[in-house]
C-alpha cells in the first residue's frame, strides 16, 4: 500500500522558516518525481516545487530564492525548506509522488504564517 505522509508544518511567525517533509512508503522512491502543492482557504490548489529523479527542481515564481525541495532517496523521503515566509504562503501543504503512470497524494500538513 502506497503511502505518503507529510510532517513539519506549523504555525511560524512573517520572514520564520519551515521544513516540511514527505515520507513515502510502497514505492520504488528514488523512480519518482516528487512535488510540493499548497491550498490556501477558498482557493484552488497550487503547484509549489518539483524535483525529478535525476535531481533536477523547478519552483513556482513567488517562492523561487525562498524554498528549496530535496530528496534523501536513502530515506524514501522528500523536503521542502521554506524560508522568508509570507503571510501569504499560509495552506494547507501536499506532497505528491509521481511515476510509472500513477500519482499518489499525502495528506497534507497545515502551514500558518501569521504574527
Known amino acids: 500500500q502506497v503511502q505518503l505522509v507529510e510532517s513539519g508544518g506549523g504555525l511560524v511567525q512573517p520572514g520564520g522558516s519551515l521544513r516540511l517533509s514527505c515520507a513515502a512508503s510502497?514505492?520504488?522512491?528514488?523512480?519518482?518525481?516528487m512535488g510540493w502543492y499548497r491550498q490556501a482557504p477558498g482557493k484552488q490548489r497550487e503547484w509549489v516545487a518539483t524535483?525529478?529523479?535525476?535531481?533536477?527542481?523547478v519552483y513556482l515564481d513567488s517562492v523561487k530564492g525562498r524554498f528549496t525541495i530535496s530528496r534523501d532517496n536513502a530515506k524514501n523521503t522528500a523536503y521542502l525548506q521554506m524560508n522568508s515566509l509570507k503571510p501569504e504562503d499560509a495552506a494547507v501543504y501536499f506532497c505528491?509522488?509521481?511515476?510509472?503512470?500513477?500519482?499518489?497524494w499525502g495528506q497534507g500538513t497545515q502551514v500558518t504564517v501569521s504574527s
Open positions: 505528491k509522488a509521481a511515476g510509472m503512470g500513477e500519482e499518489y
Open positions: 510502497g514505492i520504488n522512491f528514488r523512480i519518482y518525481i
Open positions: 524535483i525529478t529523479n535525476a535531481w533536477n527542481s
